[in-house]
């Protein structure tokens, strides 16, 4: 069974909508002060996660990016917590203490954001892997950026993923940049050749086309879960905003204004869905009560400030400093 909020064209419209307004809420809080250190905003690339989460039933997994707000509400996170955990607050997906850069929520796959860059994939591979060990039908999504194509890391993954015929869709969003190093300069040969290398099966796919990216992912989830083993997706997609928001306060200039005019032009959310303007309305409404709840939420007591800093069980050894 498919995520239910993603079944169906207006499902996709909607969550792509939400994932747009969260990244503008956000984007907001930072500029007031109240999100504290910047967040990588997801604009512009909402088709990839939707799509890729449009192929994956509820019990999938995923891993995800710095840039990890859409592909967290892709998956169905709480709008609510997960702005809270941008405020530091208890109520976040993580108690506050992971932010926007560690959000997860097991409970629904989100096996999490991750600020090194290239890391989710041997997490997927580890996921993928015991979920094969165990039989269960488990298909794991690694979400990563044209930068990680040059992780060491993402090709041990890709090399172990193939020869454990690992159910893993890597899905590359290649918009372009790795912060502002440009990928034509950066990535000798291709992402697919990457994989083609490891003897993974690969496709480029317009990742501004939410359709389209979830019928190529609906070919590897199939592939996965029929014990196929991985595929990879390289989606073609832009960021709209700044690499990370503290951007704004360097004056850079490695993209020309026309080339970000030209890929707003095929922004993904540009739909004739009739009840899209109805969709847009229920959004800001659902926006504003998650808003609501995440500014009502408490801070955390300083006195648990060490919590959660070891495993359960795992005491400081007696006079180590903390
Ligand atoms: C291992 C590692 N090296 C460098 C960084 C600093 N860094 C953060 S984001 C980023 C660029 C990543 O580019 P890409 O993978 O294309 O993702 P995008 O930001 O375009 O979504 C870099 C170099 C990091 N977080 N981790
Ligand atoms: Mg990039």
Redesign the pocket.
């Known amino acids: 069974m498919s995520l239910p909020h993603l079944a169906d064209p207006a499902g996709r419209y909607r969550t792509m909508r939400l994932i747009r307004s969260f990244e503008e809420l956000a984007l907001e809080w930072v500029r007031s002060g109240l999100v504290v250190g910047g967040t990588?905003p997801y604009s512009g690339q909402e088709a990839v996660a939707v799509g890729v989460c449009a192929a994956l039933d509820p019990a999938d997994q995923l891993t995800s990016?710095?840039?990890g707000h859409g592909h967290v509400l892709a998956k169905g996170a709480d709008p609510g917590r997960l702005l809270a955990e941008l405020l530091g607050r208890v109520g976040g997906l993580n108690g506050g203490r992971g932010g926007s850069m560690h959000a997860a929520d097991f409970s629904l796959g989100i096996l999490g954001a991750n600020?090194?860059?290239?890391?989710g994939a041997p997490i997927a591979v580890g996921a993928a892997w015991a979920a094969q060990r165990r039989g269960e039908p488990t298909v794991v999504a690694s979400f990563?950026?044209?930068?990680?194509l040059n992780?060491g890391v993402l090709l041990e993954s890709l090399n172990l993923a193939s020869i454990w015929r690992a159910p893993v869709v890597f899905v590359c969003?290649n918009?372009g940049?790795?912060?502002t190093l440009p990928?034509a300069s950066a990535v000798g040969g291709s992402a697919c050749g990457r994989a083609a290398a490891f003897g993974i099966p690969a496709e480029t796919v317009d990742g501004m086309d939410v359709e389209a990216v979830r019928a190529a992912a609906g070919r590897a989830v199939e592939r996965a879960r029929s014990g196929g083993g991985p595929s990879f997706l390289e989606c073609l997609t832009y960021?709209f905003e700044a690499?990370h928001t503290m951007e704004r306060r360097f004056r850079l200039s490695y993209r020309a204004a026309e080339e970000v005019a030209s890929w707003r032009e095929r922004d993904p959310l540009a739909t004739d869905l009739p009840e899209a303007a109805a969709i847009d309305l229920e959004v800001a409404e659902l926006l504003a009560a998650a808003a609501g709840f995440a500014l009502a939420s408490a801070e955390p007591d300083p006195a648990t400030a060490t919590d959660h800093l070891y495993a359960s069980g795992l005491r400081p050894r007696s006079g180590a400093a903390l």
């Open positions: 990588h990016t710095h840039r600020g090194i860059v290239g890391a990563f950026g044209d930068g990680a992780q969003e918009n940049y790795a912060t990928a960021r690499h």
